[in-house]
């Protein structure tokens, strides 16, 4: 795939993991492919069950989090998925470490994929990381 949108999640904060929320809900919602790639602390807010409520690094974060107007990051990302041509993909070998398995993840998550393919895949594409 080229051409598209390619997002690199790693950062488990919410400022970063709004951002990039928002890109991944925008691009898609103009009709873009897009793929989220998550890895690292923002897999673990994807876990079924688990904690959607990330730590903030700053005052725009407080402001996001006592909003009730702000869509929450998470909500976005399945948004994304769920209405546009996002596929949200988690790391294989963060999953691995994490010992889950892909049952455990929300239903919109695609196969686990390795961060060597997905680059592969980003090649040509808008490659953006948080």
Same mark, same amino acid.
């Given at each position: 795939?080229?051409?598209?949108?390619?997002?690199?999640?790693?950062?488990?904060?919410?400022?970063?993991?709004?951002?990039?929320?928002?890109?991944?809900?925008?691009?898609?919602?103009? +009709?873009? /492919?897009?793929?989220?790639?998550? @890895? #690292?602390?923002?897999?673990?807010?994807?876990?079924?069950?688990?904690?959607? $409520? &990330?730590?903030?690094?700053?005052?725009?974060?407080?402001?996001?989090?006592?909003?009730?107007?702000?869509?929450?990051?998470?909500?976005?990302?399945?948004?994304?998925?769920?209405? +546009?041509? /996002?596929?949200?993909?988690?790391? @294989? #070998?963060?999953?691995?470490?994490?010992?889950?398995?892909?049952?455990?993840? $929300? &239903?919109?998550?695609?196969?686990?994929?390795?961060?060597?393919?997905?680059?592969?895949?980003?090649?040509?594409?808008?490659?953006?990381?948080?």
């Amino acid at each position: 795939m080229s051409n598209g949108i390619f997002i690199i999640c790693t950062s488990g904060t919410r400022e970063k993991l709004q951002m990039a929320a928002m890109i991944a809900a925008v691009g898609a919602a103009s +009709g873009s /492919a897009v793929s989220v790639f998550f @890895s #690292m602390n923002a897999l673990q807010y994807f876990i079924k069950g688990g904690s959607t $409520d &990330a730590p903030v690094e700053g005052e725009f974060g407080s402001l996001m989090a006592n909003n009730e107007g702000v869509p929450r990051f998470k909500d976005l990302f399945l948004q994304a998925a769920d209405l +546009g041509d /996002a596929a949200l993909l988690p790391c @294989s #070998m963060a999953m691995d470490l994490m010992e889950v398995s892909e049952s455990d993840l $929300d &239903a919109e998550f695609g196969a686990p994929t390795g961060l060597t393919r997905f680059l592969s895949d980003a090649e040509g594409g808008q490659l953006y990381t948080f």
